[in-house]
């Protein structure tokens, strides 16, 4: 069975213990690799490489960091199709979903950040003839990248680009539920000639190979997506050692539908924004607000829509969805599901794990599962959930379906609905949200501020944001 190594100092190395956990196929619940089971020796063997890189990563001019990534990224793309076909093997998403998001995805996010780097600027403020501010933006150390499992490769690349452009170096763990294509990247990087040390991969758990990084005291930053849980820890023990923090957490988004909305617009883009990727993307409209007038009507459609999208094969070009990433996870999605039946929630459709034929039979299907009747202030309308499930719930007015939208913890995203543009800007405004989209989901521009509010995160990356995260701005006065 094939073994993921780590990628320690430009090499692929064994865990220092020798251990290795199981990586499963969600398609089929079958093991099919193994990962490093690594530990603090592993951590701080990668640290030390980055922090010996960084001395030349950090002075090499621009012009050919950017060049080295560009290469990275024209080396990726050779290898799209191996990659397409692993992100949906150790995920459990339709390879078409891999084809047409997660891998083109990776190399898009580092060229980008190649080129950003050379048209980035920093400011300068005079001060009336007597004197002249201007700020360098150097880069900091050993930057900590740590990644969830539900875009593996995009949202590792989506860390790593911005922080190698801006002269840091790395060592990142991505989630040990989806090693795959991280490993295949190390490869990738030892082809394409980037330096040693500049990149380290360490594969694990996140208490035995999570926490020894972000608290690792040559770690002075720190970029993490995933689960707010886990960001509440990561944010109480960086915060003694005034590490810079990057939080990108969980969210409850709200997807608003106004009665004058372009109906089969909106009901498209309901469906899409609840299950791609089997609902668990972090920006997932998992909340679904529909107007009195028009709900029986939108809600039908949108159970006629469901109908017709096929759970199937991950490889079956013709599956929407495919299977969950875990059967822990396929079991926390079945529970809530459970607890949406208990507090009196009507599932309209779906509501059950799919059995598939053959093969496919253990494999962890959930049916994308559409429930109304719940309050918007119930378990099930509060907590993210991270699977294709949404629930329909109406409203009357603005004010009100404004007040539900900003009931729960979370800040990360929501869609709004409407023909009206006036009622657009304003609903906008007044959501607590980092990202909002009008009559639309998840059309990303990688130069925004990207990011959450409230439980949903700290900070923002996305373009120049990235930057300034990842450099460490230095005021210099001169005196004329
Ligand atoms: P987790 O928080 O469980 O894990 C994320 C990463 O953190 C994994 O690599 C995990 O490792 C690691 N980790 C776990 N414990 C620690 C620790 N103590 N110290 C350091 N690292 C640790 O999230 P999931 O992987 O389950 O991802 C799903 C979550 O991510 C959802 O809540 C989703 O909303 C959120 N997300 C947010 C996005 C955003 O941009 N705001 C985008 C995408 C997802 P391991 O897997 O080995 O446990």
Known sequence: MEKILNYINGELVAPTNGNYLDNYNPSNGEVYSLIPDSEKQDIDNAVVAAKEAFKGWSKTPKQKRSDILMKLADTIEKYSDELIKAESKDNGKPETLAAH???????????FFAGAILHDSSEMHEMDGMAINYTLRQPIGVAACISPWNLPLYLL??????????GNTVVAKPSEVTPMTAYILSKICIEAGLPKGVLNIVHGLGSKTGDPLTTHPDTPIVSFTGGTVTGKHIATVTAPMFKKLSLELGGKNPNIIFSDADFDKSVSMAARAAFTNQGQICLCGSRLFVQEEIYDKFRDALVTKTSKLKLGDPKDTTSNLGAVVSKDHMEKILAKIELARTLGGNILIGGEREILEGELK??????????????????????????????LIPFKTEEEVVEMANSTKYGLSASIFTENISKAHRVAANIDSGIVWINTWLLRDLRIPFGGMKHSGVGREGGFKSLQFFTEPKNVCVKI
């Open 362 to 391: 253990d494999g962890y299907y959930v049916q994308p599962t559409i429930i109304e009747g719940l309050s918007s202030d119930c378990d099930i309308n509060q907590e993210e959930i991270f699977g294709p499930v949404v629930s």
């Open 101 to 111: 998001v997660d891998i083109p995805r990776a190399p898009a996010n580092i060229r």
């Open 157 to 166: 690349t989506w860390k790593i680009a911005p922080a190698l452009a801006a």
